[in-house]
């Protein structure tokens, strides 16, 4: 997969997110974004290499609504949804 490929696959997974949740998407997305974080934190990473190392792990691969919640909040850590960037959450 290239990355042209993969950035389509993740603003899908973002897509799906937000018609899944519609208006508690922000609020839904946020604890994901936070732990993607603490991955970038602990392992010094960016956020696609966090996303990678949290997909090995046996919670994310079970389970297909945390894999589109991840890379949904990965896509809004790389490029926030326009109308979500006041709500943000602060650092």
Not at 14 to 42: F, N
Not at 45 to 62: G, Y
Request: hydrophobic share 45%; aromatic share 6%; net charge negative.
């Amino acid at each position: 997969m290239n990355a042209i490929e993969l950035a389509m696959k993740l603003t899908k997974a973002r897509d799906a997110a937000k018609g899944l949740l519609g208006d508690q998407y922000q609020e839904t997305i946020l604890p994901y974004k936070h732990i993607i974080k603490e991955v970038m934190k602990a392992n010094n990473l960016e956020e696609l290499p966090a996303v990678l190392k949290i997909s090995e792990t046996q919670m994310f691969q079970e389970d297909p609504i945390k894999q589109i919640m991840f890379m949904a909040a990965a896509v809004e850590l790389i490029e926030p949804t326009k109308e979500y960037k006041s709500m943000e959450e602060k650092p």
